[in-house]
């Protein structure tokens, strides 16, 4: 995927040995032991995360006060059970010390700045302090709430919601304008969204950078379309949180609706508009 401004996920059906685990990463492969140390000085734990650094974070500091919201924005927006797994969130104090780390503990990772890690008895989160710790925390933390809730999370949903949450919630009509834009004009060069194909993506290196757009864009019209679109989404959500592999959702859009290109590529359209509309209303 072409950002180098957030992790990526990665599922890797490989088998492993981590201290007699197999380990699940998003934005990783799987691992090696590091004698380097993560962050441990400080310590601060909140309701479902718990950070840790070798500087200190104060519990009313902007960045602690917007992942605890974000928190209740994903869990009570998605109806998502109660967890009492929490999530550990290892921040760098510098970009360098976060290379060295994840390079010498995880050789076969791409350049990141973020990686969501999920073991059979953990999930973390590794960043560094930096001028997107936000943006990335908030993409990460949202794979973090989805893996600890669902028995299972397909690659495109996955992504797509952790691309939904990261743009902030006081944004217009929570529209990612850059994706709004390519989209745009990915459709006049001919492109077609297909979410059916979407769902026989496994791999991350299956995914391109219109997948990632694509995927947030059926989140989003899901989540700002027509209400029932919401319902489905939500039904399939809490689906996942007792069985695995339900109907995909791709088969309950379609099965309600018909074939949906039409929709999306209109939702997309309709996204521009909107962003024209919120630039030239008065300030």
Not at 30 to 52: D, G, I, K
Not at 173 to 197: C, H, K, M
Not at 236 to 264: C, V
Request: proline fraction near 5%.
């Amino acid at each position: 995927m072409m950002r180098g401004r957030r992790t990526i996920q990665f599922f890797f059906p490989m088998a492993v040995m981590l201290i007699g685990q197999c380990c699940v990463i998003s934005g990783c492969r799987f691992l090696q032991t590091s004698t380097l140390q993560r962050p441990h000085r400080h310590t601060l734990e909140t309701q479902r995360f718990v950070f840790h650094s070798n500087f200190e974070i104060a519990d009313e500091h902007p960045l602690i006060i917007e992942m605890q919201e974000l928190q209740h924005q994903v869990t009570t927006q998605l109806k998502l059970s109660p967890e009492d797994q929490q999530i550990s969130v290892y921040i760098f104090e510098n970009e360098p010390q976060y290379r060295k780390y994840i390079q010498a503990a995880y050789p076969q990772l791409p350049s990141r700045r973020a990686y969501f890690i999920k073991t059979r008895h953990a999930l973390m989160v590794y960043t560094f302090w930096g001028e997107r710790i936000q943006e990335d925390l908030r993409h990460e933390l949202t794979h973090g709430l989805l893996h600890a809730s669902l028995k299972n999370v397909p690659l495109w949903v996955d992504e797509g919601l952790a691309e939904y949450f990261e743009v902030r919630e006081g944004t217009p009509g929570r529209i990612n304008s850059n994706y709004v834009e390519e989209l745009n004009t990915a459709l006049e060069n001919g492109w077609s969204p297909d979410f059916q194909r979407l769902d026989q993506l496994e791999h991350v290196e299956q995914m391109h950078q219109i997948d990632y757009q694509e995927s947030w864009a059926w989140i989003h019209l899901m989540l700002h379309g027509h209400p029932e679109l919401r319902g489905i989404l939500l039904q399939y959500l809490q689906d996942l949180q007792a069985n695995p592999n339900p109907k995909s959702l791709s088969q309950r859009l379609t099965k309600r609706f018909g074939p949906m290109q039409g929709r999306l590529a209109s939702h997309i359209l309709n996204q521009s508009v909107s962003q024209v509309s919120y630039r030239e209303s008065p300030q």
